[in-house]
């Protein structure tokens, strides 16, 4: 298993901002991931954080919105940047156990006003 | 694109009675696995199946694994007020990058 500190839990932010959420592993991991869950909803994979390299995006997620920096195998951010109203959701950063299995921080409750 | 058909996304039962839901895809996973999230927290990963039929048991949950490894159910027992919650489904790709694609979720409810 894998513990995964994320923060900040919550916030709330201004339209037009950026916040920069980050993800810490209690251990090191090659691929790091990133969803989005909106309200009420399943979770949408925005991308993979690879160390070395550059995150790999998934479809309707670009990197000028959603840059993401991955310094070292324990550790990423992800970063909302422009915030707008439907940018309010859940965010959660993700590593994947031995057998397939995902193991999630607690997630960042994002509420843009 | 590889997708997950959950069903039923809202189920709301009484105290005692008994539940099954549903994961389908006309795609193969590696394997699949059920997650159960409360508000406020992240997913906690019930359970991961590999093998095609597999079946697992987790107290009053079973969970099978289609033979073509396309498919899988939840099957809940005796429900209580502490199984409510919201319920995924994900499958791992078996080709390419490896990610999970996610259901759409079954929010259960159970009504004392």
């Known amino acids: 298993s894998a513990v995964i500190s994320q923060k900040p839990s919550r916030d709330i932010c201004q339209r037009g901002t950026s916040l920069t959420i980050q993800c810490q592993v209690d251990?090191?991991?090659?691929?790091m991931f990133w969803y989005r869950q909106q309200p009420g909803q399943s979770l949408t994979l925005i991308a993979t954080?690879?160390?070395?390299?550059?995150?790999?995006?998934e479809s309707g997620f670009v990197i000028d919105k959603f840059p993401i920096s991955r310094p070292n195998l324990t550790f990423s951010t992800l970063t909302v940047s422009n915030m707008s109203p439907e940018d309010s959701s859940i965010y959660l950063c993700s590593v994947l156990g031995g057998i397939g299995g995902a193991f999630f921080g607690q997630g960042t409750r994002l509420t843009v006003v | 694109t590889q997708l997950l058909e959950q069903s039923p996304q809202f189920l709301s039962i009484q105290e005692g009675e008994n539940l099954t839901v549903y994961c389908n895809s006309s795609s193969v996973f590696s394997s699949l696995q059920w997650y159960r999230q409360e508000p406020g927290e992240g997913p906690v990963l019930l359970v991961t199946?590999?093998?095609?039929?597999e079946v697992k048991k987790l107290k009053r949950l079973t969970f099978q694994f289609g033979d073509a490894r396309k498919d899988s159910s939840l099957h809940i027992t005796a429900a209580q007020t502490g199984d409510t919650g919201l319920y995924l489904c994900?499958?791992?790709?078996?080709?390419?990058?490896?990610?999970?694609?996610f259901g759409q979720g079954t929010r259960l409810t159970i009504n004392p």
């Open positions: 199946v590999v093998t095609g039929g």
């Open positions: 954080a690879n160390q070395g390299s550059e995150a790999t995006y």
């Open positions: 251990s090191q991991v090659t691929m």
């Open positions: 994900a499958g791992l790709s078996i080709q390419g990058a490896q990610k999970l694609v």
